[in-house]
T-cell receptor, first 110, second 118 residues
Framework: GENVEQHPSTLSVQEGDSAVIKCTYSDSASNYFPWYKQELGKGPQLIID?????GEKKDQRIAVTLNKTAKHFSLHITETQPEDSAVYFC?????????FGTGTRLTIIP | GAVVSQHPSRVICKSGTSVKIECRSL??????MFWYRQFPKQSLMLMAT?????????EQGVEKDKFLINHASLTLSTLTVTSAHPEDSSFYICSAVAGGPAFYNEQFFGPGTRLTVL
């Protein structure tokens, strides 16, 4: 089955700086790669996703890049703000079932 | 759009009792819903896949007789934790897949239910 690794597990960034979280996946058949933000005591919220037919997608301060050859994808958050502090999960899928990464706790330092 | 609700948000029960958690898609029909369990500071672990009108498919290691799943309609799935024990205490999260072309596999997550078994 699919295996998704995520790094780093924790990340502290000065407010205004950029944050990058990286994930690798094992199954080359995976074709859908979403990123979720989870705040304490809440369910995950989809923040951006990318499909295998594109290499990059951007939505305001958030961008995701995908390298299918290397089987890795990354989340980029620019101009970080305190409200970006949360746990972020990557996931990979070739069907409706998602395989999640282990999560990254992002802390934005004011 | 694509809102998923869960009820209750928090439940505390005594060991040996059963607890039912509801998952509803509020503004769309979901042919498939998923149930996850999340322990503190860990990732989401898929428990089962629930399809409307058919039996749920459980992941390896998940006891289907303990975690009963019913998907009676296109907007409602329920998870019943039977004879709950303290080790079942966890954060239970459901998700729903919105209808559309087969390659649209976005999952929309509910807010989660915190179960504490005393």
């Amino acid at each position: 089955g699919e295996n998704v690794e995520q790094h780093p597990s924790t990340l502290s960034v000065q407010e205004g700086d950029s944050a990058v979280i990286k994930c690798t996946y094992s199954d080359s058949a995976s074709n859908y790669f979403p990123w979720y933000k989870q705040e304490l005591g809440k369910g995950p919220q989809l923040i951006i996703d990318i499909r295998s037919n594109v290499g990059e997608k951007k939505d305001q301060r958030i961008a995701v890049t995908l390298n299918k050859t290397a089987k890795h994808f990354s989340l980029h958050i620019t101009e970080t703000q305190p409200e970006d502090s949360a746990v972020y999960f990557c996931a990979a899928s070739m069907s409706e079932k998602l395989t999640f990464g282990t999560g990254t706790r992002l802390t934005i330092i004011p | 759009g694509a809102v998923v609700s869960q009820h209750p948000s928090r439940v505390i029960c005594k060991s040996g009792t059963s607890v039912k958690i509801e998952c509803r898609s509020l503004d769309f029909q979901a042919t498939t819903m998923f149930w996850y369990r999340q322990f503190p500071k860990q990732s989401l672990m898929l428990m089962a896949t629930s399809n409307e009108g058919s039996k749920a498919t459980y992941e390896q290691g998940v006891e289907k007789d303990k975690f009963l799943i019913n998907h009676a309609s296109l907007t409602l799935s329920t998870l019943t934790v039977t004879s709950a024990h303290p080790e079942d205490s966890s954060f239970y999260i459901c998700s729903a897949v919105a209808g559309g072309p087969a390659f649209y596999n976005e999952q929309f997550f509910g807010p989660g239910t915190r179960l504490t078994v005393l």
